[in-house]
Every structure is written in structure tokens, then in C-alpha cells.
């Protein structure tokens, strides 16, 4: 059988003697709008030892007899499939062509092999996410840092069906903000308790794929995640999210004439101080030295608007500051003698000028600390976000705050792909 073993890039419509080796990268129920809905057909995200995506789809009636040998992240071996062009509408991955599995179709297990690809994505920048607002024809994946997790709270669609809802705030490496909106499953299945534990003490970095981009009431953008999302949080054998980590956290200790306080440019702003990105500077010099572009910066005169670093002050004797805005640059001054004060490094400090690759802390499932802490039942709007102050990256603005809206916008990505056609 291993003899006849077709790659994804080979398969074409017209056969239906293919036999294909793949990982089950993804699985999810298409029930329509209404998660209560009896199911329309159960998806899946195969991937070939090449690294090559299709997206496969098992009708009904073909669901009981293959469901059993399917798992997420499984390496199997399938025939008797038929390959058709794919749909024109709600692509998960870039290929034109997509497999239906069929009452016949044989599946077979097989051992796990370490070089088996595990992922596939496409990653979106968030500066280019409007241009897909209400656009149906493919979903989005996005990476980024963490910064706010709401609870989940039940809500009225435009329908008046009732779902629940979650918010999750994600940052980029340039400080762009996006809110993302997970709703039924998905909003109850997405581990906050861990999130917010591991995030007290280290950056939780996460990739979401099978989102949507929506407009609510014309003015409020935001990804919306239903049944075709998964997410991969803190995975450290995926290489985005280690470039993610070279991330800026630049700390100058900094006088006025009379008195020395620290200072620190987190991520845009380092990137705004420096004119280079951290993942720049991790090509060219050495991480253990600091770049000239940095030592450069010793003696010169800068106007600041700042905000004290709650996390880093508590302990000390004097507040350390995080730079909110270069206002104004003056230059190379005389280096004067200052009065330094004495500075206690807190242990979890970095004296290096880029955040060193070390790999993020798993997540692992907490108990819930309160009953109703994921499941609150106001219909009105969602609780408030519980705020990771880790390294702080900038102010929320609370007049965007999604967690004091109803989004009670219709999540379209519900709706039967198969519609599009």
C-alpha cells in the first residue's frame, strides 16, 4: 500500500483509486448557524509528510461509520476517496482542489512519525485584516500575544438564538490591537484559566486559524471565531511563535539632573526608538552583545510620556516606567554626573536588550477556581477582561473595550459553505 501512496499536490478530480498518507490536522462539526442543528457534515485538515494541505469533507450518512477513526493530530492512511474543486467560499487552506470521504472509504492507522508535519496555516499581518471585513471566501489566521481574556457570557444573536460568547484581546509585535470573538463551543472550550495563570508570569503567544473578519455597527472591527477555529497557544515546535518571542524590551536607566529612574521600550516602541525590528537585530549581531544601534542611544535627550509598570514597581524602592510616546528627540547631550539611586533587579529582569528565545511554559488545565467563572449568565454584555500585566505594551482604550458592547452581530461564518456555491 505504501507503494501507492499519492501527495496531496498530485491529487486531481476524475480518480477515485487514490490512496493518500496524511495527519489530521483539524476536525470540526458543521451544524449551520445553530450549534443545536442536526449535523450537515463533519470537516477535516489533512496534511502529507511534504507539508501539503486539503481540506476533506465526510457527509452524514458517513459519519458513523468513519468517526471512529479519527482523531485530531493522527497519522492515518485513507482510499476510496473522490477529489473535487474546491468550494469558492470559506477556504480554510490554499489548495483548488478538496477530498469527500464516502460509506466506502477505508482508513487505516499508522504510527507517529517525529518529521510529520503537525500545522498549517497562513498567517494574516493585522494591519491588512480590514480589507477582509465580511468577506466569506477564505478564513484567517492570525498570531499574537495575549493581553485580555473575558469571561464567557451568554448573548442573543439577531436571530434571537441565545450562544455564548467570548472575548480574547491579541497584540502584535508592532502593538496593533484586534479583539477576537469566540462563540458557542469554542467560547467555553478556550482554556482561560490556564491562560491567565501561565500569563501572570510569562507572554502567552497563540495562533488562531478559522476566523472571520466582522464589522459591528459599522464602526467596531473584530475576528469572530465559531466552529472552524482552533487554536495552538505557547507551542514551542512551531516556528512562528518562536519568532514571535524576539520581541523588544529595551530598559535605560535615565536622568533629568537630579535623580535616575528606569525606563523601558516594549515591542513598537523599541522598534520606533531603534528604526530596526528585534528579529533585525537577532540576524545581524551577536544576542549576548548589545547592538550598536542601542549603545548609541547612551547620552542622548529624549521628551517622554510614560506610565508606571505596576508589575515591575511593586517590589522596588523606585517605580520603573514604561515609555508610552518619543515626543521629542534632542539629540547627544554632555554626559553629566548624576545622582544614581541604588536599584534592585527584580529576578525575572532581563539585562539583555532582546527578550532571550527560551521556551514558553505549556499550558496545563486548571480546575475552575469558581463555579460560575466560566459561565456567566448576563445577556447584556460581556464580563469585563481580566488584564495581563506581564510586560505591559501599551494602554487600553476603554471606549473600544468590546466587553462593554452585545455583539449581537450574526456570525456568518456559519453559514453552509456549500451555499456559496
Same mark, same amino acid.
Given at each position: 500500500m505504501q507503494a501507492n501512496?499519492?501527495?496531496?499536490?498530485?491529487?486531481?478530480?476524475?480518480?477515485?483509486?487514490?490512496?493518500?498518507?496524511v495527519r489530521i490536522s483539524r476536525m470540526w462539526e458543521f451544524r449551520g448557524p445553530n450549534e443545536e442543528n442536526d449535523l450537515r457534515h463533519l470537516d477535516l485538515i489533512l496534511i502529507d509528510q511534504k507539508g501539503d494541505p486539503i481540506y476533506?469533507?465526510?457527509?452524514?450518512?458517513?459519519?458513523?461509520?468513519?468517526?471512529?477513526?479519527?482523531?485530531?493530530?493522527? $497519522? $492515518?492512511? =485513507?482510499s476510496k476517496i473522490t477529489v473535487e474543486r474546491a468550494k469558492p467560499g470559506y477556504r480554510?487552506?490554499?489548495?483548488?482542489? =478538496?477530498?469527500?470521504?464516502?460509506?466506502?472509504?477505508?482508513?487505516?492507522?499508522?504510527?507517529?512519525?517525529?518529521?510529520?508535519?503537525?500545522?498549517?496555516?497562513?498567517?494574516?499581518?493585522?494591519?491588512?485584516?480590514?480589507?477582509?471585513?465580511?468577506?466569506?471566501?477564505?478564513?484567517?489566521?492570525?498570531?499574537?500575544?495575549?493581553?485580555?481574556?473575558?469571561?464567557?457570557a451568554?448573548?442573543?444573536?439577531?436571530?434571537?438564538?441565545? =450562544? =455564548?460568547?467570548?472575548?480574547?484581546?491579541?497584540?502584535?509585535?508592532?502593538?496593533?490591537?484586534?479583539?477576537?470573538?469566540?462563540?458557542?463551543?469554542?467560547?467555553?472550550?478556550?482554556?482561560?484559566?490556564?491562560?491567565l495563570d501561565v500569563g501572570q508570569k510569562h507572554h502567552v503567544i497563540a495562533i488562531f486559524v478559522g476566523t472571520l473578519m466582522k464589522l459591528y455597527?459599522?464602526?467596531?472591527?473584530?475576528?469572530?471565531?465559531?466552529?472552524?477555529?482552533?487554536?495552538? *497557544?505557547? @507551542?514551542?515546535?512551531?516556528?512562528?511563535?518562536?519568532?514571535?518571542?524576539?520581541?523588544?524590551?529595551?530598559?535605560?536607566?535615565?536622568?533629568?539632573?537630579?535623580?535616575?529612574?528606569?525606563?523601558?521600550f516594549f515591542e513598537k516602541k523599541g522598534v520606533e526608538l531603534i528604526g530596526k525590528t528585534a528579529e533585525t537585530l537577532h540576524k545581524q549581531y551577536d544576542p549576548n552583545q548589545i547592538p550598536p544601534q542601542i549603545? @548609541?542611544?547612551?547620552?542622548?535627550?529624549?521628551?517622554?510620556?510614560?506610565?508606571?509598570?505596576?508589575?515591575?514597581? *511593586?517590589?522596588?524602592k523606585d517605580p520603573s516606567f514604561e515609555v508610552l510616546m518619543i515626543k521629542e528627540r534632542f539629540g547627544k547631550q554632555p554626559i553629566i554626573p548624576v545622582f544614581r539611586p541604588e536599584i534592585t533587579i527584580a529576578p525575572d529582569s532581563e539585562s539583555t536588550t532582546i527578550s532571550h528565545e527560551k521556551d514558553l511554559p505549556a499550558l496545563i488545565a486548571l480546575p475552575s477556581?469558581?463555579?460560575?467563572?466560566?459561565?456567566?449568565?448576563?445577556?447584556?454584555?460581556?464580563?469585563?477582561?481580566?488584564?495581563?500585566?506581564? @510586560?505591559?505594551?501599551?494602554?487600553?482604550?476603554?471606549?473600544?473595550?468590546s466587553t462593554k458592547r452585545n455583539l449581537e452581530e450574526t456570525d456568518n461564518d456559519n453559514q453552509d459553505p456549500d451555499e456559496a456555491k
Amino acid at each position: 500500500m505504501q507503494a501507492n501512496i499519492t501527495p496531496v499536490s498530485d491529487l486531481r478530480p476524475g480518480r477515485i483509486d487514490y490512496t493518500i498518507h496524511v495527519r489530521i490536522s483539524r476536525m470540526w462539526e458543521f451544524r449551520g448557524p445553530n450549534e443545536e442543528n442536526d449535523l450537515r457534515h463533519l470537516d477535516l485538515i489533512l496534511i502529507d509528510q511534504k507539508g501539503d494541505p486539503i481540506y476533506a469533507e465526510i457527509p452524514p450518512d458517513a459519519v458513523p461509520d468513519l468517526k471512529s477513526f479519527l482523531e485530531e493530530g493522527k $497519522i $492515518i492512511i =485513507m482510499s476510496k476517496i473522490t477529489v473535487e474543486r474546491a468550494k469558492p467560499g470559506y477556504r480554510a487552506v490554499e489548495n483548488p482542489y =478538496m477530498i469527500k470521504l464516502n460509506t466506502r472509504t477505508c482508513i487505516f492507522p499508522c504510527a507517529e512519525t517525529i518529521n510529520f508535519p503537525k500545522y498549517t496555516f497562513s498567517l494574516t499581518p493585522f494591519e491588512i485584516l480590514p480589507q477582509y471585513i465580511r468577506r466569506t471566501d477564505r478564513f484567517l489566521d492570525v498570531i499574537g500575544k495575549i493581553t485580555g481574556v473575558s469571561n464567557a457570557a451568554k448573548v442573543y444573536n439577531t436571530s434571537g438564538d441565545p =450562544m =455564548m460568547r467570548r472575548v480574547i484581546r491579541l497584540q502584535d509585535l508592532m502593538g496593533n490591537v484586534i479583539e477576537l470573538s469566540l462563540s458557542g463551543k469554542r467560547a467555553t472550550e478556550f482554556p482561560a484559566e490556564a491562560v491567565l495563570d501561565v500569563g501572570q508570569k510569562h507572554h502567552v503567544i497563540a495562533i488562531f486559524v478559522g476566523t472571520l473578519m466582522k464589522l459591528y455597527r459599522d464602526e467596531h472591527r473584530f475576528l469572530s471565531g465559531t466552529s472552524a477555529c482552533r487554536w495552538y *497557544i505557547n @507551542e514551542n515546535d512551531i516556528p512562528a511563535i518562536k519568532i514571535f518571542q524576539k520581541r523588544y524590551k529595551i530598559p535605560f536607566i535615565a536622568t533629568d539632573g537630579t535623580y535616575s529612574l528606569e525606563f523601558i521600550f516594549f515591542e513598537k516602541k523599541g522598534v520606533e526608538l531603534i528604526g530596526k525590528t528585534a528579529e533585525t537585530l537577532h540576524k545581524q549581531y551577536d544576542p549576548n552583545q548589545i547592538p550598536p544601534q542601542i549603545s @548609541e542611544l547612551i547620552g542622548q535627550k529624549f521628551s517622554l510620556v510614560v506610565t508606571v509598570s505596576t508589575k515591575r514597581s *511593586i517590589n522596588r524602592k523606585d517605580p520603573s516606567f514604561e515609555v508610552l510616546m518619543i515626543k521629542e528627540r534632542f539629540g547627544k547631550q554632555p554626559i553629566i554626573p548624576v545622582f544614581r539611586p541604588e536599584i534592585t533587579i527584580a529576578p525575572d529582569s532581563e539585562s539583555t536588550t532582546i527578550s532571550h528565545e527560551k521556551d514558553l511554559p505549556a499550558l496545563i488545565a486548571l480546575p475552575s477556581k469558581k463555579s460560575n467563572a466560566q459561565t456567566s449568565t448576563s445577556t447584556n454584555h460581556l464580563a469585563s477582561f481580566e488584564d495581563m500585566d506581564i @510586560e505591559p505594551s501599551g494602554i487600553w482604550d476603554e471606549s473600544q473595550s468590546s466587553t462593554k458592547r452585545n455583539l449581537e452581530e450574526t456570525d456568518n461564518d456559519n453559514q453552509d459553505p456549500d451555499e456559496a456555491k
